[in-house]
């Protein structure tokens, strides 16, 4: 072989993504006329206070604290918080705007779909400041508007809802379809009458000549043949962050393609809402998983990431609990969406996920109203397992430890999902290849019989990444 070919290989050598088991093609994802939104939630942005310390943030004293007397009763009103930041002054709003475009972007998001509270206020300046860095970094990037019906926008009368949405127009970061028509959405259409929209539209094009592609997102499915005629894209919020659920789900592609819509699939990971008292099981990655490939069962136009900020809930950005992981699985199938092919995997990887306690813990906080799983038709039993998620070049061998157990078995290359009953105490995994170690996580959170605070979430660590910024949340507390 002479040196001009070597030199060759070398320069067309496709190198895994950073943090990734894959390589990523970014040109090819570009160009796919399936686009991926996730729902940006306002309220709950990387940094609500710009803290000097992690002690001193809010999430810390308020949102997370079982003591703190507004959501004692629930054991904090959430569970998880986004990755931790030192302080960065300045406009801070912005630079973490930067930073979760720059999230997004590297696992193949397309764009943000902001949720329309307010007419005004922090969460409003929050969404303006997402629109200055996607019109700043003209990367490709979407900042689209989505008129949530619970909000002061929905409660707005046509000319002013209209007036706020036309903002998100004309920049670098707009999002419009090959015909030149406005992507607008909707959370919850069904909560305003179909007259309200329409005049909404028609302000949108006669004002400020908008032509709008309705993507509209019902709470309700059943409720979407009373708005056929008015969306160009229809969509559900979620089947629920579980399994069984999202199995047996219908096909929802097909109803809306034969109102002559078409269809975003939701996207979700797991679900916890203590204020509501309710927790889907999502069987470790299993949730995630399941939504993707149904997604890419029924051919989805569209998908919507459900949410990427909303910590109250079912939140997708990088988080203590959660690092980068759901976001990474989720770049895997978002390649095959896209592409119809999944990448090959270049280098080996464990995604290791646990709860952080026995689902029977004894709470020793001040919580009075525990959750319960959610009652759902054909929800999964409840259960508390450890899984290791493997992305493998070749057969290897894993060994789960979950306290005093461990589990061996041999994994196939490619994508591998295995789960067993967990232990109390330390959770890991290693992978091993003719007798050397090719992957192997060490979880930062042990599983425990009792804690301070309910929690029935699940905690999932990379091998790849580690677990740099991940933390046992109630660790704070005890």
């Known amino acids: 072989m002479?040196?001009?070919?070597?030199?060759?290989?070398?320069?067309?050598?496709?190198?895994?993504?950073?943090?990734?088991?894959?390589?990523?093609?970014?040109?090819?994802?570009?160009?796919?006329?399936?686009?991926?939104?996730?729902?940006?939630?306002?309220?709950?942005?990387?940094?609500?206070?710009?803290?000097?310390?992690?002690?001193?943030?809010?999430y810390t004293t308020a949102f997370n604290n079982p003591y703190y007397a507004t959501y004692q009763d629930y054991g904090g009103m959430y569970r998880d918080r986004p990755i931790w930041r030192p302080q960065r002054g300045?406009?801070?709003?912005?630079?973490?705007?930067?930073?979760?475009?720059?999230?997004?972007?590297?696992?193949?998001?397309?764009?943000?779909?902001?949720d329309l509270l307010g007419l005004s206020g922090a969460n409003y300046d929050r969404y303006m400041k997402l629109v200055q860095a996607a019109d700043d970094m003209s990367v490709g990037f979407y900042v689209l508007p989505m008129v949530d019906a619970n909000g002061a926008t929905g409660a707005a009368d046509p000319i002013t809802a209209a007036d706020h949405i036309r903002k998100y127009s004309g920049k670098n970061g707009s999002y419009y379809l090959p015909d030149g028509r406005y992507v607008v959405g909707s959370f919850l259409t069904e909560g305003k009458t179909y007259t309200w929209w329409q005049q909404v539209f028609a302000e949108l094009q006669t004002t400020w000549g908008?032509?709008?592609?309705?993507?509209?997102?019902?709470?309700?499915?059943?409720?979407?043949?009373?708005?056929?005629?008015?969306?160009?894209?229809?969509?559900?919020?979620?089947?629920?962050?579980?399994?069984?659920?999202?199995?047996?789900?219908?096909?929802?592609?097909?109803?809306?393609?034969?109102?002559?819509?078409?269809f975003m699939a939701p996207i979700v990971s797991q679900d916890i809402r203590p204020p509501a008292r309710v927790w889907d099981e999502a069987l470790n990655t299993g949730s995630l998983r399941a939504a993707w490939e149904k997604a890419i069962t029924q051919d989805a136009d569209y998908a919507q990431m459900v949410t990427w900020s909303d910590f109250s809930e079912t939140p997708m950005a990088p988080s203590a609990s959660n690092g980068w992981v759901n976001l990474d699985v989720s770049s895997y199938y978002i390649s095959k969406w896209k592409t119809g092919q999944y990448p090959s995997i270049l280098r080996d990887c464990i995604y290791l996920?646990?709860?952080?306690?026995?689902?029977?813990?004894?709470?020793?906080?001040?919580?009075?109203?525990p959750m319960s799983q959610w009652v759902r038709g054909s929800r999964s039993t409840a259960r508390n397992y450890v899984e290791a998620l493997t992305f493998l070049t070749a057969p290897a061998d894993i060994t789960i430890t979950s306290g005093g157990s461990t589990?061996?078995?041999?994994?196939?290359?490619?994508?591998?999902?295995?789960?067993?009953?967990?232990?109390?105490?330390?959770?890991?995994?290693?992978?091993?290849?003719?007798?050397?170690?090719?992957?192997n996580i060490l979880s930062p959170v042990n599983q425990r019989s009792s804690d301070i605070s309910q929690d029935t979430g699940y905690y999932r660590f990379s091998s790849l990444r580690g677990t740099t910024g991940q933390f046992d949340v109630l660790s704070q507390y005890r």
Request: hydrophobic share 35%.
């Open 2 to 58: 002479s040196g001009f070919t070597r030199r060759l290989q070398r320069v067309h050598t496709v190198r895994p993504t950073d943090g990734l088991p894959f390589a990523m093609d970014y040109t090819a994802l570009g160009l796919s006329s399936k686009k991926v939104f996730a729902h940006y939630f306002g309220p709950y942005p990387r940094s609500l206070n710009d803290s000097m310390t992690l002690a001193t943030d809010s």
């Open 90 to 114: 300045g406009d801070y709003t912005y630079l973490d705007a930067v930073w979760d475009i720059d999230q997004a972007r590297a696992v193949g998001i397309d764009g943000f779909f902001c």
């Open 210 to 262: 908008l032509d709008v592609a309705f993507f509209s997102v019902y709470l309700n499915w059943n409720q979407a043949p009373n708005y056929a005629g008015l969306c160009y894209v229809s969509s559900v919020w979620g089947y629920g962050a579980d399994p069984g659920v999202i199995n047996a789900a219908g096909d929802y592609k097909s109803a809306a393609t034969g109102r002559g819509e078409k």
């Open 353 to 369: 996920s646990h709860r952080p306690q026995t689902l029977d813990a004894t709470i020793t906080g001040p919580t009075t109203l």
């Open 407 to 439: 589990y061996t078995y041999t994994a196939p290359a490619g994508m591998n999902s295995a789960a067993y009953p967990a232990q109390l105490g330390v959770q890991s995994a290693v992978a091993v290849r003719n007798s050397q170690t090719v992957a």
